[in-house]
């Protein structure tokens, strides 16, 4: 690969918690000098090994520095130098961007320069859209966020989003920042769940008469990159699928508990939602796989499973109502997922071609998840943290155990890596930043448990990792830090004709496994998984946006800052 022209020391580039130990990754044996701000050399470090990272084929050393006192300090080794700041809010403003990047995804309204300043636009996608089964049936459903980069909207990733802001909000609230200059802000209401309404409203418009949820709301095809308001072509609403419908139960029943202090009404309407939601996943038990329409090419979201999406519906009616019913249901497809005859009748259902995917189900369901695929993993935020131990022996004592199990096995996963990344070197997917972000939610969800403070530094690496202490020398959040990344796969930020994309948006990070023919052609094979990656508008395999990867970030942000 040549040499290495990236600085030999790597930072968090936004700063550092007083509350935590700063962790800086050095590719160098030669000494390490942190200075104060006078000049003065606090810390000397002459012990350091950089060692051979496998996933990006550095030499790199992850140093300790301890607790900093809040300040300025320069870090010296050899020619490099580099300025760290150590402050009590250090993550406060980039969680809140993360909050607000969301604001800047708002679909149906127009962003007004008191709000969006620069990024200011009109309204999108304001036109009716048309069934995509029954053309007759034509409807204006307005709102929700883009997904991603490009302008549709689905709603299994809409859901998982909304569920991560609204547990960060509900496990720790204090973290959360509010005042965001968003349209709701000072109406009494946290900015979180202000901002997470604007996509629950829209949710509950994506519901069918019958209870089902239809899958998504978008074009036949991807739009260029325009701005949103000038993509005109016709949306369509395209079929409903189990798992859309059963994260949007999930979804709206927690929502019913979260916003019930704050507006009684849209509370009910969510929790009927919910219901009614219910209602037709008893009548229509059978999994389906969505497939889609073959001649709608945008994002598919399919899924091979619903087990966790109906696990986690359950769990969470089951805490809105402690009806015995969803307990058994949860119970029950809990345990229906282990069984490996329910994965091969799945199997049967599937067109050839997908079948390569097929070992992806494995038997059992992965509590430790909470990505748009599988969100096992907010169903054990729910046993864990909402029902407790009235779940009983399955919903609070295995799923506890299983849970603190891999989740405890985690922190060798970050001591593996150079960076400290909880990464391991083929879990570099697209959209790598889910995996890391997931694995320190789950580590701070075991330090909730147990009180394991071992975690806490861990799962501080992970939101380090995101701002820039990584191989790549790169802040993946935009307009954060002073390399970051400048040219992500998102059409506003291509299209507005500024320099800076929009701000508070994070990137999907390197991927070497499902790359497009021009990231391989541009960084060969040689280049070492947790490197692939490319700061280029085309590269949506490495460099595209989604919400449901800000919204992760957002919950391990607002855990860390809850800390200060
Ligand atoms: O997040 C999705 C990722 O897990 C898949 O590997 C990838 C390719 O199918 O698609 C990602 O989702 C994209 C979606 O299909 C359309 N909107 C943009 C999403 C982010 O890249
Ligand atoms: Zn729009």
Same mark, same amino acid.
């Given at each position: ?253 927690? &929502? +019913?508990?979260? #916003?019930? *202090?704050?507006?009684?009404? /849209?509370? !009910? @309407? ?121 779940? &009983? +022996?399955?919903? #609070?004592? *295995?799923?506890?155990?299983? /849970?603190? !199990? @891999? ?158």
């Amino acid at each position: 690969m040549g040499t290495n022209v990236l600085p030999e020391i790597r930072i968090n580039q936004t700063g550092y918690m007083k509350a935590l130990p700063v962790f800086v990754g050095v590719l160098s044996e030669k000494s390490l000098q942190v200075k104060d701000s006078k000049g003065n050399v606090i810390i000397e470090k002459n012990d350091i090994k950089p060692e051979l990272d496998a996933s990006s084929g550095d030499n790199v050393a992850l140093v300790n520095l301890g607790m900093l006192a809040e300040g300025e300090y320069t870090l010296v080794s050899g020619e490099c130098e580099r300025k760290i700041t150590v402050s009590d809010k250090a993550y406060d403003a980039v969680t809140g961007a993360l909050i607000k990047g969301l604001y800047f995804q708002r679909c149906g309204c127009g962003l007004k320069e008191e709000h969006a300043g620069i990024y200011a636009h009109p309204a999108c996608h304001t036109a009716e859209c048309t069934d995509w089964e029954d053309r007759s049936i034509k409807k204006k459903v307005l709102g929700g966020w883009h997904d991603a980069g490009d302008y549709g909207k689905y709603v299994g990733p809409g859901a998982v989003t909304v569920a991560h802001m609204l547990y960060a909000h509900k496990l720790f609230p204090a973290g959360c920042t509010d005042n965001l200059n968003i349209p709701e802000s000072g109406n009494g209401v946290p900015d979180i769940l202000n901002e997470a309404r604007y996509e629950l409203e829209w949710m509950l418009k994506m519901q069918k008469d019958d209870g089902s949820f239809y899958h998504k709301l978008t074009k036949d095809h991807f739009a260029p990159f325009i701005m949103p308001e000038t993509d005109t072509d016709p949306e369509y609403l395209i079929p409903p699928s189990h798992c859309a419908t059963e994260a949007a139960i999930a979804c709206l029943a927690l &929502g +019913s508990r979260i #916003y019930k *202090e704050y507006d009684a009404d /849209f509370s !009910e @309407k969510m929790f009927a939602a919910a219901l009614k939601g219910w209602e037709w996943v008893e009548k229509n038990p059978e999994f389906k796989p969505f497939m889609g329409p073959r001649e709608v090419r945008t994002g598919g979201y399919g899924d091979l499973s619903d087990k966790d999406e109906r696990f986690w519906a359950a769990c969470e009616l089951f805490a809105c109502t402690g009806e015995e019913k969803y307990k058994e249901a949860a119970e029950k497809t809990y345990e229906l997922a282990k069984d490996p005859k329910e994965a091969e009748k799945i199997r049967e259902m599937i067109p050839e071609p997908m079948r390569r995917f097929f070992d992806k189900i494995k038997p059992g369901l992965d509590l430790t998840q909470y990505g748009w695929m599988d969100v096992s993993g907010l169903g054990s935020i729910c046993c864990l943290f909402e029902i407790g131990e009235k779940g &009983g +022996s399955i919903l #609070y004592d *295995e799923v506890k155990r299983i /849970f603190l !199990e @891999k989740t405890g096995k985690l922190p060798e996963v970050c001591r593996e890596s150079g960076y400290g990344t909880a990464l391991k070197e083929d879990q570099y997917v697209w959209g790598s930043i889910l995996t890391v972000m997931s694995n320190a939610m789950s580590m701070i969800l075991n330090r909730m448990l147990t009180g394991n403070d071992e975690m806490l530094e861990y799962a501080a690496n992970q939101f380090n990792y995101a701002l820039g202490l990584n191989a790549l020398d790169i802040s993946f959040v935009t307009g954060f830090g002073e390399r970051r990344v400048m040219f992500p796969h998102h059409r506003p930020s291509g299209a507005d004709n500024i320099e800076e994309p929009v701000p508070g948006l994070i990137s999907g990070g390197p991927n070497k496994k499902m790359t497009y023919p021009e990231t391989k052609e541009k960084l060969g094979e040689d280049t070492p998984p947790a490197k692939y990656f490319r700061d280029e508008t085309p590269s949506a395999d490495t460099n595209e946006i989604a919400i449901y990867w800000n919204s992760p970030t957002i919950f391990v942000g607002a855990y860390l800052n809850s800390l200060q």
